[in-house]
């Protein structure tokens, strides 16, 4: 059974940090893409960072200079790294990627559970 398990999330005054990490479990031969989407209560998800198996990061404009994306492949992990956080980061954050599995050579998508993350004073 593949899984993609976050951890990370919390309540954070403004100004703080977090890390969130996911760990990809399961038949996977190889993981593609990955990225961190976030949800906002009445708001449609969206793309906060991403990057490919090279490493090669993409951060949307919200969220520039403040987050970092990150991959340990050998540990089938991505790290998003948040810092200066705002009150309009709250919302849940979902990992997400494209893994190739035992006995098939297609990508299939996967996400994860989420983890609520909260910046409030």
């Known amino acids: 059974q593949v899984q993609l398990v976050e951890s990370g999330g919390g309540l954070v005054q403004p100004g703080g940090s977090l890390r969130l990490s996911c760990v990809a479990s399961?038949?996977?031969?190889?993981?593609?893409?990955m990225a961190w989407y976030r949800q906002a209560p009445g708001k449609q998800r969206e793309l906060v960072a991403d990057i490919t198996s090279s490493g090669i990061t993409n951060a949307a404009d919200p969220v520039k200079c403040r987050f970092t994306i990150s991959r340990d492949n050998a540990k089938n992990t991505v790290t998003l790294q948040m810092n200066s956080l705002k009150p309009e980061d709250t919302a849940v954050y979902y990992c997400y990627a494209t893994l190739v599995l035992i006995d098939t050579p297609f990508q299939y998508p996967y996400w994860g559970q989420g983890t609520q993350v909260t910046v409030s004073s």
């Open positions: 399961g038949s996977i031969v190889r993981i593609h893409y």
